[in-house]
């Protein structure tokens, strides 16, 4: 079944300098005429007579299905995180259309929501509410999410009291405790010290076997070989190419070489 | 059924719900943020929780300092003004408390997008759901300051009666009011910074230009007094404040309270219309 289909999505970021987002421009300085440009640098930075923007991604059309690990590579500022938050329906498109269907999970910052006077039991509930998680699914986890990050009694203490480490097992514990059908990376997440390791990528895989579709930004050829099986390049907002992973990663670094 | 159905089963109604007009969103936005009382509850809660962490008394250190200064500016008024201290001290306590819930709401509400631009920029969530966070935020402080009034009512001999009954209701009146006003601050605020600093020194003004220290009578029953009725924001302070002090509010209030209350709801819903896709963008 198709969980995402993207038909032609045109996103636009518009550009406020310190006197545009002022009432005095729009009120005052707003009819005095600006000659049309289009500059390469990361998106295309467009402006009219009326305002300026910057092209995040052109004409993007793709459809995903069950199963599909999507890769995307691309520079910085080649639209990647822009059209994950548009996956995330975070951004609406200016043109064009954006469907997902199923639940979304995105996992940019797996520490949105916590406040360091928390405790890791309270955190567990912030998390789980700010995550869409049900009454009935918060309480079936909490118990396996103390259980694994193996916190003991600091799971009582407040959150500032942890080391980085510490954090970061309980945040990737609850996070990845209940599974959704589209999952959303920017960056594979990592966890931990070397113990932990071997036990979050077990996790990790079961995770994301789980789902039915994950759309991971990355940089890492490694990271792209082992998780993905259909890959996405990206430059200056628009899809170069989109098929298998090691002819993406071919594209990606004939791109490195033209740019160099 | 053609194919796309098919192997979508939910895609008719994605593509309704996407071809919905801008108005049906917004009212679907705030239905759905409604319903998400979770969420606001929970970070509204918890950033009054978190503040007041480790310390004894908690939220119940706003009432404290709001008693003192009503105590201060009760007794210098009244000598000021000539009028008896046990008129004027309830008058005034229930004044400020309620004038601070108004500036608290609004001024943190100009700020709602801004300080929220990590969870926004985060997930998809209702945008509304962030707009009632910081109003409940502000009931739960107005509640715990609240508790003065009683304390000084109770002093000057002002007993609990069914007076209070109107004055739940013209409470809740003044708060669909300040929720209008929070969220409309809000978008407005997102878009056009220095609308912060427009509604901080607009509400500087207000509070000596409204009738909240004294009342309009007060000003000589002449022209004075009849240009300060005009000012709306009198009348929505009334409908809450007149009950508390075992008075009635006139049906001018009423009207101009509830007035009020529509035309800012049904206003800020076709604001919210018209910005609502945009605001991730402009945070």
Known sequence: MDRVIADRVNVEYPV????????????????????????????????????????????????????????????????????????????????????????????????????PDATGRELIMIRAVLLGLSEDEIADVTPEVIEFCQLGDYIDLPVRTYS??????????????????????DELIGAGDATFVDKAQTR??????????????????????KWCNRAMVFEHGSMLFDGPVDAALGE???LVAAAK | MTDASKANPGIEAR?????????????????????????????????????????????????LSMGVQAAVMGI???????????????????????????????MDGSTTFITSSSFILQSRRPLSIYVFQNLWKNVIIFLHVIVIFFVVALIYGMYPGWHYLVAICGILLFTVNLAWASFAAAILAARFRDVQMIIQNTFTVLFWATPILYSPEQLGGGRASEIVKMNPLYHILE??????????????????AGGTAVVGCLATLLLYARTRSRIPYWI
Do not use: C
């Open chain 1, 16 to 115: 406020f300098d310190a006197s545009s987002q002022s009432l005095r421009h729009m009120l005052v300085l707003n009819h005095i005429p600006r000659p049309a440009t289009s500059v390469h640098v990361g998106g295309t930075l467009e402006r009219t007579r009326h305002r300026s923007f910057v092209r995040a991604l052109k004409d993007v059309s793709f459809t995903i299905k069950d199963g599909d690990r999507v890769g995307l590579i691309g520079h910085n500022g080649s639209g990647k995180t822009t059209l994950l938050r548009t996956l995330a329906g975070i951004y609406e498109p200016a043109t064009g259309t954006m469907d997902t269907f199923g639940r979304v999970m995105p996992l940019f910052n797996l520490t949105e929501g916590m406040a």
């Open chain 1, 164 to 185: 980085t480490g510490m954090l970061v097992r309980l945040a990737f514990a609850i996070t990845t405790a209940v599974s959704s059908e589209i999952l959303l990376f």
């Open chain 1, 204 to 225: 990790l895989q079961k995770f994301v076997e789980q789902s039915s579709v994950m759309v991971v930004a990355t940089h890492s050829a490694d990271i792209m070989k």
């Open chain 1, 252 to 254: 990606y670094a004939k």
């Open chain 2, 15 to 63: 593509i309704q719900e996407r071809n919905a007009s801008q108005l049906a969103k917004a009212i679907n936005d705030i239905k759905a943020g409604l319903s998400e009382w979770r969420v606001w509850h929970l970070l509204g809660f918890n950033e009054i929780k978190h503040r007041y962490r480790r310390s004894t008394i908690g939220p119940f250190w706003l009432t």
């Open chain 2, 76 to 106: 210098l008024f009244a000598y000021l003004f000539q009028s008896p201290i046990d008129r004027f001290l309830p008058f005034l306590t229930i004044s400020l408390v309620l004038w601070n819930f108004l500036n608290a709401t609004i």
């Open chain 2, 239 to 256: 409908v809450a404040r007149a009950p508390m002090l075992e008075n009635m509010p006139t049906a001018v209030n009423w009207y101009i």
